[in-house]
């Protein structure tokens, strides 16, 4: 016998479901496992093992995930500062935090990189007052990663915020804590994993991001060449499955981390009773 | 400890929220401030909590100013309408919380903090609770951990939002009576807010209503009930039937045995359990007669309709003892005489 349902219409939204996974998710993923197939362990190996891959595989990653980290912080700031503190402009500035989705990449990455270079407007202080260069180099890519990132940590915590009870901190600071210590005892542990989802989704997509990024790296090979772009090389090249073998790699890697970044998330909301 | 307001004022924006409240407290007293949502009681309670400031005034806590004193140097529990529990913590760790974010100075041991934390936790009767989280709570247990919370401090001063607001009625009663022995036990000067008045009643050593931001009347539960200060305090306090002169009352209330000749006011409430029914002598001139009558446990509640001089019919509530309704056998329309043994005279 069939088990029934109290909404109806499971059998054709679960079809869709399956059918949209399907047709837009896993036959293209499975074409790219399926196309480095045609390369042996040995082959897949040596592409691997090249030197600039490598390098590049460092680059994506470690930038990511410095730029996601940065973005989370700020992201938490901005989110407590629109939900917390009634400021002239709010709903403006509000609406800003959105123009990084809304923005076609290479726009951003254009303007970044006006900016940021050593004759820009921010880079040419910086150049003189630090001595740092930002675009062009590796610091530039980790520039572009947080302005991608940081809209999606602010719209992740905003809404935890916005239902923290406050009464909360109230009781915490009639039991004699301090600010700092309701701050770290009370707020942080309620709103730490929706900061993490905001980590996860801004280092995710940061790890793959291609537009906004190619135009202040400087695609120096070894030093600032992010994967996305050395698999468009490769393509170029009309190298089908070294591409497809890089891009099977950072597949695994990226759902590896993102496994890791849920797990955690879940270690958290366990330790804070929220399972 | 005591607690004495000074000139109190509050505002938000254009409307009054408190006006010039002047209220002194003696230790170990359990106060209730009562009144209708809206009349600044919440706000008078956090203003004493220190966590809302006053426009104008002084908050003297036994004789200190804290005025300007923010809320963790006040030394005083305050228990949420809905709680506040730290909900990322065990029940434990909630109760534990005072502790251990004292200085490590004042800090007790871990071991120290446990012995008590369970010495409170045997207090509200919930010690099998320890390791739960305050999701997997009912209302009651929350509503009693968070008092365990606010008493590990060891405050001076226990401060009560609407302790049983958010309960349903069963609990409520028992919570009443349970807090009554608490502050027995501990004899903790308290105040907690509410807006029911039979909670005030009964649980209260003091009552102060309030209005519209202003104190109306303080005093024991007797007090209030017995000698209402002014209209308001007397309609807010249990049932009352209100009688007024002007209204062509005087003739009838002669008859019932309320003299006029010397009015003390313009309007006279009765209390249903001050109005005697009987059976008239000349039932014809009765001019009321039992329209329905309700059983309220001991009591029956008697609706009694008398015509008004002007055609008009009023209703009046009358109340007695169970045996002493059986005796009279009244039905439904029988005619009956009113005796007022006592009435309360405003203007």
Known sequence: MPQSHIMPGFRPTLGFTLFYLA?????????????????????????????????????????????????????????????????????????????????????AGIVLAAIYEPNGWIGRIVMDTLGVQIAYKPLGIVFALIFIGLPFVVRTVEPVLQEFDTAMEEAAASLGANRLQTFIRIILPNILPATLTGFALAFARGVGEYGSVIFIAGNMPYVSEIVPLLIITKLEQYDYAGATAIGLTMLIISFLLLLLVNALQWWVRRCSGQL | MSITLNHISKRFGNFAALDNINLEIPEGELVALLGPSGCGKTTLLRIIAGLEQADRGQVLLNGSDVTDQPVKNRQIGFVFQHYALFRHMTVFDNIAFGLRVKSRKERPSEAKIQEKVHALLNLVQLDWLADRFPDQLSGGQRQRIALARALAVEPSVLLLDEPFGALDASVRKDLRLWLRHLHHELNVTSIFVTHDQEEAMEVASQIVVLNHGKIEQKGSPSEIYDSPNNDFVSRFIGHTNVFQLEQGDSVWLAGAGISINDPKGIIAHVRPHNIQVEKPQDPANAPVYLKDWQHLGAIIRLELSKDGTNGKATTIFAEMPNEQFRELALNKGDRVSLHIKHAHWFN
Do not use: C, E, H
Request: aromatic share 14%; hydrophobic share 60%.
């Open chain 1, 23 to 107: 047709l837009i998710v896993l036959i293209p993923l499975s074409a790219l496992v399926f196309k480095s197939m045609q390369l042996s362990l040995d082959q897949y190996w040596d592409i691997l093992t090249n030197a600039r891959v490598q390098a590049s595989f460092r680059v994506s990653f470690v930038s990511a995930l410095i730029a996601a980290g940065i973005a989370a912080l700020f992201g938490f700031i901005i989110a407590w500062t629109l939900v917390r503190y009634p400021f002239p402009g709010k709903r403006l500035f509000d609406a800003l935090i959105d123009l990084p989705f809304a923005l076609p990449t290479a726009v």
